[in-house]
């Protein structure tokens, strides 16, 4: 496989470096990967960090500005942060307010994470948690106890990030990440496999002709294979599968995410069945977003993530925010 890269080993790295260069408005640290908002720690707000293997981009430090994260710590590819990072991202975002950890669902980042707080504790910085749990594709998977994490991890730091940035308390903050994470519910498919700078071919099989419903962002088996089938067909299945579990009664933020190598003019398109059939269900969209937001390399494929949002809710998400992947309102 053809790869824009120098070494395997020094992919982070790199990416990194080259973050820093487009991003000044970002302090990263390429050795300790951490990459921090250059304001922080901003006087009397909650920080948000967050973090996870790399190759979700550009989840999550691209999501690092004013109204969402305050940090986020990139693991090597498809490999959680160390605690180490964690603490140290923690540190440097402190005000006093306290810092949520915003982990999906994995058990590496479940575990680390964890054990960041404890460690956090110890040096007198006051850590709250919200686990993202979205996907309603599998009960359990090859990374996962539970549902896995996924597009409703976007959800969770843009909202939480708007009610930081507006001062609440970290309960408050808290509460609402947890809010948009119990309301919020997604589903991937995968028209490739994914190949990793390591392994330099696909990680899995994936014939040609067929595509895989509900596969996870690191490439984890999904529901069943079938044929290939049209966008419109895909959406009938993807949409039903998060509808008949969230359930919702009003309006939804809908997220159209890319995997990484599925070109826009395809995601519009399949945003268009999206919204027929959240059309023909019933279901009011206030707002919807389309791109590659939480990717997997190369994979090609889509997610639909959708989120039951009342009024603080949408308000929130319409907050401004300043971010490398995510802006508005300023």
């Known amino acids: ?56 981009e550009p989840l999550h430090a ?18 959680s942060p160390v605690p180490d990072q964690m603490v140290r991202a923690a540190a440097a975002v402190d005000s006093g307010a306290g810092v949520l950890f915003v982990v999906k669902n994995y058990t590496g980042d479940v ?23 979205d996907d309603v594709a599998v ?36 509460s609402l990440a947890r809010q948009v994470n119990g309301s919020s519910r997604s589903f991937g498919v995968a028209l490739s496999a994914v190949t990793t700078p390591t392994k330099g071919s696909p990680t899995f ?13 690191h490439g984890e088996p999904g529901r069943e294979r079938r044929p290939m089938m049209t ?38 398109g399949f945003n268009a069945e999206v919204q027929r059939v959240l059309s023909e269900r019933g279901v009011p969209v206030a707002r919807t977003l389309v791109g590659n937001y939480v990717t997997s390399l190369d994979m090609a494929g889509c997610s639909v993530t959708l989120c039951q949002v009342d009024e603080e ?8 925010v300043e971010t490398p992947a995510l802006r508005w309102g300023r």
């Open 111 to 133: 575990l680390n994470f964890e054990m960041a707080a404890e460690l956090a504790d110890d040096e007198g910085i006051q850590v709250a948690q919200v686990v993202v749990d």
């Open 205 to 217: 099989d994936l014939p040609t002709g067929e595509l895989e419903l509900g596969i996870g962002i």
């Open 231 to 268: 966008s419109g067909e895909i959406a009938d299945f993807a949409v039903h599968a998060v509808l008949e579990d969230l359930r919702p009664t009003g309006p939804v933020l809908a997220l159209v995410n890319g995997m990484g190598a599925t070109p826009l003019l395809e995601l519009y």
């Open 139 to 174: 009960s359990d998977s090859t990374f996962t106890a539970g549902r896995r994490g996924t597009g409703a991890t976007l959800f969770v730091e843009k909202i939480a990030g708007a009610a930081a940035d507006e001062g609440a308390p970290l309960e408050r903050v808290a």
């Open 62 to 79: 691209g999501f690092v500005g004013p109204g969402m994260l305050s940090a986020a710590c990139p693991g090597e590819v498809f490999t």
């Open 1 to 56: 496989m053809k790869m824009l890269i120098n070494v395997p080993e020094t992919v982070v790295a790199d990416a990194l470096r080259g973050m820093a260069a487009a991003h000044p408005e970002l302090t990263v640290d390429v050795e300790n990967r951490v990459v921090v908002r250059r304001d922080a720690p901003v006087a009397g707000k909650v920080a948000l960090v967050s973090g996870g293997g790399s190759g979700h």
């Open 313 to 320: 809710l949408l308000r929130l998400w319409d907050a401004p």
